[in-house]
């Protein structure tokens, strides 16, 4: 199978590109700025660039991870969340239609205000930040595509191995150091490890399920849940973890209070694909 699969250079491409090594397909990797061999920088707001970069690669699959995935850049720079996001897979859709290519959205939780929680795919997005509603238009974009699909992620975690840390890494090196960390008690993800991602992201892109999938993790947590977990794999004292309402931190754009995922549909599609729980995962990354 020839794969093209963009954003390879990020945190979730990075995990991809271990994977899909691993694999017998035929794999072009496209990366914005910070590429580097094997992957080729394509900056997806040039759209002649990616017309000829797409021509080159001949894909028959398309998995669509790059954007501009900073809830706070975004805001900052809406215009451009909305070049990368919404125009960037616009363009990548009219290329996969023109020439039957299978196109994968990498899509987020975030899509949704988190007034409900345990959102299933036939639940309307109503996203709360710039960055939820580009991805949500980008969703539009890849629906309409035939033989599209969009796979909406929960919060990604694991380690970096891109050499930028994360909020995981930032995470992991204050509890080490018993320095105070401050996490939300009231904001709700179904968090999913990186390499979990990437493997039911692989298994998509083989599979031929159309539509909007949503894929994460099997644990409803808040944020000081997750960090206390995280302690405890790295057997540090939790006590140094305070927890803050969300609504106590000022920021531009309103946090969503529960965005969990109903994940039921991929489970039942891929009954074989092993989810670990959120303590397997974090002893599996942390080596504990
Ligand atoms: N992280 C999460 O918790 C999470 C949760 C749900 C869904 N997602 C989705 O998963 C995908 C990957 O997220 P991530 O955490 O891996 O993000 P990331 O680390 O910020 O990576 C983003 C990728 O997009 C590329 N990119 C950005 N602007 C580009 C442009 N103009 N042209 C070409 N490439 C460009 C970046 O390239 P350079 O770095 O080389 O510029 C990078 O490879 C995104 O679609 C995101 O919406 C993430």
Known sequence: ?????????????????R??????????AWSGKHGSAPSQPVNLTDRDAVTTAFRAARPEVV???????SVAECQRDPERAERVNVAGTRCLAEL????????????TDLVFDGRKGNYTEADAPAPLS????????AEQAVLATPGSLVARLSLLFGPSLIGRAGFFDQQVQALRAGQPLTLFDDERRTPLDYPTAARALMALAAASCTGLLHVGGGERLSRVEMGRRVARTLS??????????????PAPEPRPADTSLD???????FPELRMPSFDEALRQLLGA
């Open 1 to 17: 199978m020839r794969l093209l699969v963009t954003g390879a250079s990020g945190q979730l491409g990075a995990y991809l590109l």
């Open 19 to 28: 994977e899909l090594d691993r694999t017998d397909w035929q794999v072009t």
């Open 63 to 69: 998995l669509h991870a790059a954007a501009l995935s």
């Open 96 to 107: 996969a239609a023109a020439t039957q290519a299978r196109l994968l959205l990498v899509s």
């Open 130 to 137: 710039v960055y939820g509603r580009t991805k949500q238009a």
């Open 236 to 249: 540090v004292d939790p006590g140094c973890i305070v927890a803050q309402s969300r609504l106590a931190a």
């Open 263 to 269: 994940t039921s549909r991929f489970r039942s599609l």
